[in-house]
Structure formats: structure tokens, C-alpha cells
């Protein structure tokens, strides 16, 4: 179930990354990142009062996770910022190469709490294999 959910992920990504840098080119990269950002809160509002959920922040949590929506903000902006010139393809390509390698980092060494995930030889040929189709893509 949940590798059907990261495929529907990545092609939603895809369809996102095409509507937004549409948007872009409408309204310009501040304005789109502020649309997409603003109508992301309507929503995530609306579940949130839908399933009858409060807010609720926790002093315990630690600082980085409150800056997490920046985060997500500097993402969509990257993307309707290099969408224009690159297109989705090579967007997404480059893209996932960034994710590749930082997530291999973040689980080989643990980061943010995580259960550590050693690299092994069988990631790296993994990687080179990945590598060598997003260069072929791009």
C-alpha cells in the first residue's frame, strides 16, 4: 500500500510541479509561491475543522520543527523558479537526485532522530544505476 501511495506522491508532484510553473508564468514566482502556499492553509484548515481538531503547539517540540513550512515554501519555490527553463522532466530529475543523496546521508547517519541506515554496497550500485538514468533523462 504504501510504495502504490509514494507512486500517486510522485505523480501528483508532477502534475503540481506542471500547474504551478503555469502559475508562475501568469503571475510570477512571489505570487504563485504565496497562491499555492495560501490555498495549501485554506485546505489543510478546512480538515483540520472537519475532523474537529484543535491546534495545538507543544513546548517540547524542538525549534526545527516549527520551521518546517519554510522548508516546503523554499521547495516550491526552486521548482517554479527552474520549471520555466528546465521543464518538468529535468526539474523533477535533478530534483530527485538531490533527494537521493541527502536521504541516503539523513539515514547513514542518523539525522533529525532518525533510525540509522547504513550505505552499503548494494545502495551505492543502486545510486550509480539511478545516477546514470536521471543524466540520460536530463
Given at each position: 500500500?504504501?510504495?502504490?501511495?509514494?507512486?500517486?506522491?510522485?505523480?501528483?508532484?508532477?502534475?503540481?510541479?506542471?500547474?504551478?510553473?503555469?502559475?508562475?508564468?501568469?503571475?510570477?514566482?512571489?505570487?504563485?509561491?504565496?497562491l499555492i502556499h495560501f490555498t495549501g492553509l485554506i485546505v489543510i484548515?478546512?480538515g483540520i475543522l472537519l475532523k474537529g481538531k484543535k491546534i495545538r503547539?507543544?513546548?517540547?517540540?524542538?525549534?526545527?520543527?516549527?520551521?518546517?513550512?519554510?522548508?516546503?515554501?523554499?521547495?516550491?519555490?526552486?521548482?517554479?523558479?527552474?520549471?520555466?527553463?528546465?521543464?518538468?522532466?529535468?526539474?523533477?530529475?535533478?530534483?530527485?537526485?538531490?533527494?537521493?543523496?541527502?536521504?541516503?546521508?539523513?539515514?547513514?547517519?542518523?539525522?533529525?532522530?532518525?533510525?540509522?541506515?547504513?550505505?552499503?554496497?548494494?545502495?551505492?550500485?543502486?545510486?550509480?544505476?539511478?545516477?546514470?538514468?536521471?543524466?540520460?533523462?536530463?
Open positions: 500500500m504504501e510504495g502504490i501511495m509514494v507512486l500517486a506522491s510522485g505523480m501528483l508532484i508532477a502534475i503540481m510541479l506542471g500547474i504551478n510553473g503555469s502559475l508562475a508564468n501568469l503571475v510570477g514566482n512571489n505570487m504563485s509561491v504565496f484548515c478546512l503547539y507543544s513546548k517540547e517540540l524542538p525549534l526545527y520543527f516549527y520551521f518546517t513550512g519554510f522548508l516546503g515554501v523554499a521547495v516550491v519555490a526552486c521548482n517554479v523558479a527552474t520549471f520555466k527553463n528546465i521543464g518538468i522532466s529535468n526539474t523533477i530529475a535533478l530534483g530527485l537526485t538531490g533527494q537521493v543523496f541527502f536521504s541516503a546521508l539523513i539515514d547513514h547517519y542518523g539525522l533529525f532522530n532518525r533510525e540509522k541506515n547504513k550505505i552499503g554496497r548494494h545502495k551505492i550500485v543502486g545510486f550509480v544505476f539511478i545516477f546514470i538514468g536521471i543524466c540520460l533523462v536530463v
